[in-house]
């Protein structure tokens, strides 16, 4: 199939309430992974790049390399820009052909990232391309923490009625307490899902977690067992996330997983095998130990069997 838009595929995890995860992607290997376990699953792909992917690979090779797997497949499949910090970022991303992006102006004021996300959201759905925007500052927040200061970095529900209603966006990323990375919290996950609610219940459309990760314990094992130190990582568990999706979440972002696992993969074979000279015998396994993350994946967030 050709690539469409991510707003085709959310709306339907929006009606039905299930999430579809968007997959980074850092290499070839990964976009491999991707279509390996969504085929197995019979699960539609949002595959997610960077600008710090873009710069590594080249928007046109992303594009090229996506197109060609989407082509041989039946699964519907997005392409999308994940963090566009500005107009030119997501022109070039445009341009090459992605169908999805995503302007993340959340760390402007909010009368300042209304105006560049309407901007965006002008040039691109003419074009069919769908747009996601941010809400919030993505960062963790401590239980003890003051409702001033927690509702200075969480995202506002009315704000977000209003800002979905005048930039015109197709989903929304709320900020609700995660953050990037593989060290979210001190203590235990505290998302605040009350928040979440009321975002859906005012806004209605998909809504995104950013943040996602949930650090797989077995990879995490195997990456320290063979010299690596994640100095105590920690992840959003899948109980959470079921709950997030139960409260509105239909897009469900996860790149850490994905790097954790892979490497994980290959410092057990290049620890084991040493004479090893064949990058494909390295990178093969590490790859296919990526496809088992991103299936247990998609059977929790619940887009098995929705392709
Ligand atoms: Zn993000």
Do not use: W
């Not at 959310?10 to 990964?30: C, H, P, Q, S, T």
């Not at 060609?68 to 445009?94: E, R, W």
């Not at 993969?265 to 084991?272: F, N, P």
């Amino acid at each position: 199939m050709s690539l469409i838009s991510a707003k085709d595929i959310l709306e339907d995890a929006n009606k039905k309430r299930y999430a579809v995860g968007a997959f980074n992607i850092n290499n070839m290997e990964f976009l491999q992974a991707i279509f390996e376990a969504a085929q197995s699953e019979n699960s539609p792909i949002i595959i997610a790049a960077s600008e710090g992917a873009i710069k590594y690979a080249g928007a046109e090779m992303l594009v090229a390399m996506t197109r060609t797997l989407a082509q041989n497949s039946k699964l519907p499949v997005a392409l999308h820009l994940d963090h566009g910090s500005n107009l030119n970022a997501v022109l070039i991303a445009i341009k090459a052909g992605f169908t999805s992006v995503m302007i993340d102006a959340s760390h402007f004021p909010y009368e300042e990232n209304l105006k560049i996300t309407k901007q965006i959201v002008n040039i691109c759905h003419p074009l069919g391309i769908s747009v996601e925007a941010e809400l919030g500052r993505l960062k963790g927040v401590e239980d003890n923490i003051s409702v001033a200061e927690r509702d200075a970095v969480l995202v506002n529900p009315t704000e977000a009625k209003d800002f979905v209603g005048s930039s015109g966006i197709d989903f929304l990323a709320p900020a609700i307490g995660t953050s990037h990375g593989a060290f979210k919290f001190k203590g235990e996950p505290k998302l605040d899902f009350e928040r979440l609610k009321k975002v859906k219940e005012l806004t209605g459309i998909p809504l995104v977690l950013h943040g996602a990760s949930s650090v797989p314990e077995e990879a995490s094992k195997k990456f320290e067992e063979f010299g690596g130190n994640l100095k105590g990582a920690k992840g959003v568990p899948f109980e959470v996330l079921k709950e997030a999706i139960k409260c509105g979440i239909n897009k469900v972002n996860t790149d850490t997983d994905l790097r954790i696992a892979f490497l994980a993969k290959i410092r057990e074979s290049v620890a084991l095998d040493k004479s090893q000279i064949d990058p494909r015998k390295i990178f093969g396994p590490a790859k296919e130990y990526v496809v088992e993350v991103i299936k247990e994946r998609m059977k929790v967030l619940g887009s098995s069997g929705r392709a």
